[in-house]
């Protein structure tokens, strides 16, 4: 299991694009750290991500580990060393992942990794949709009770605005 040379935080750069080929890269570079940190993971995904077969990553016990992996995962460097990685986060890295698997293998895979990749239509109601709902369901859930565990505010929305009396 290698390291890629884009571990360090990303770079802080108001071009959009730019930002997001950097998550999609970070988003792969995390499942190669995954995939090197336990036997279970080295199990459910032998090959690195550019040499996974497609039968390796269309299984929800793949996206299942990988997500309790970017649950578990501290941030490294830059503000937020230390902490976990955020519910967004955390749901877009799942995103980009599963995206670029798409990406990759949905036109040329064959009909059941093609059902796999219906779990990205969110108005779908196939089972690999509602795995795939469920399992943001416990990610939301997790970083939600973690947060009340250590007593971070949760409701980050402005106050209500002060009352007005009348007359």
């Not at 959009?16 to 970070?26: I, Y």
């Not at 995954?34 to 690195?48: I, K, M, T, V």
């Not at 991500?49 to 299942?64: L, N, T």
């Not at 239509?121 to 795995?131: G, L, Q, V």
Request: proline residues 5%.
């Amino acid at each position: 299991c290698g390291r890629s040379a884009d571990d360090g935080p990303m770079s802080e750069s108001t071009d959009t694009k730019t930002n997001h080929e950097q998550s999609k890269r970070r988003s792969i570079d995390l499942v190669e750290e995954w995939r090197c940190s336990s036997d279970e993971a080295r199990a459910l995904c032998p090959s690195s991500w550019k040499g996974s077969p497609a039968h390796d990553i269309f299984r929800p016990a793949f996206v299942d580990s990988f997500a309790d992996f970017l649950l578990m995962y501290f941030s490294k460097g830059g503000k937020n060393d230390g902490y976990h990685l955020a519910l967004g986060t955390v749901l877009d890295y799942l995103g980009l992942v599963l995206n670029q698997a798409s990406d990759r293998f949905k036109a040329t895979g064959s009909h059941s990794e093609k059902l796999f990749f219906t779990c990205l239509e969110s108005k779908s109601n196939t089972d690999a949709s509602k795995w795939l709902r469920k399992l943001k369901g416990r990610v939301v859930r997790t970083c939600y009770s973690r947060a009340k565990e250590a007593g971070e505010e949760m409701d980050l929305s402005a106050p209500p605005p002060p009352s007005r009396g009348h007359g």
